[in-house]
């Protein structure tokens, strides 16, 4: 399934005793829509108040219906702010985490002197200006494969720090900015920890150059503190053409700052 949600109400993706997570949510409506219990793996967990365009999820059945059914039914069980957007019935060898390729996310940025309302948890805020080419300068030194300890929350669960973040795209369109961010994997907070030097450098607290000295120390305390998750987009994963899943290409259209 590819599953859509705003993330501003949830405790993140991942299940929690509360059941205020958008796993606890949808897998309520699977199993009062299915009948039976049903446990879903994802392609890429979210924070708390982050968002996903496209979270892929699986889960393994042996009911036989429709694949529409299975999108209409589970939505009719669903909050406001959570929708299946398709359903597709896979091969058994396919695994919505290490069938992925990369994993992409987006940061959508007002920078203004007045803070959002009407876009506020959909966007994050920026006041001072900020100089477009002084941060792709900064990315420029994080992209390919480096150890991300700097960047890297204290929680974070993953085996290793080294991970291959394939490109940064930066670009403005008036007031709204967009980050966009590919990698194999990520940690937890990385791109948080990340947007947060992107900002320093961007508003001139910090050269470009600092991004080096911060991916060498290797030490979380080197880097700037963790950015708002307002704004903050799951795009999805990456996957072969071989499995035949539905084009996603128009993700990006209707966020803030959109042509």
Known sequence: MRVSYSGSAYQGWQSQLSRQTVQDQ????????????????????????????????????????????????????????????WAKVMPPEFHCRASALSRRYVYIVLNAPVRPSIDYKSVGWVCKPLDINLMRLAAQHLTGEHDFTSFRAS???????????MHIDITRRGAYWRFVFEANAFLHHMIRNIMGCLIMVGDGRRP????????????????????????????????????????????????????
Not at 69 to 82: E, M, Q, S
Not at 157 to 164: D, E, F, G, R, T
Not at 232 to 244: E, K, Q, S, T, V
């Open 26 to 85: 949808l897998e309520l409506a699977l199993r009062l829509f299915s009948g039976q219990p049903v446990s879903t793996l994802c392609a890429g967990r979210t924070d708390a108040g982050v968002h996903a365009l496209m979270q892929v999820v699986h889960f393994d059945t042996d009911l036989n219906r429709p694949e529409r059914a299975w999108v209409r039914g589970t939505n009719a069980f669903l909050k406001h702010d959570i929708a299946v957007q």
């Open 155 to 165: 929680a974070c669960q993953a085996l290793s720090p080294i991970k291959n973040l």
């Open 208 to 259: 470009p150059s600092w991004m080096v000295d911060v991916l060498a120390a290797k030490n979380r305390d080197a880097a700037a503190p963790t950015f708002s998750p307002h704004g903050l987009y799951f795009l999805g994963p990456r996957y072969d053409a071989r499995w035949g899943l539905p084009d996603d290409s128009g993700l990006l259209d209707g966020l803030p700052g959109a042509a």
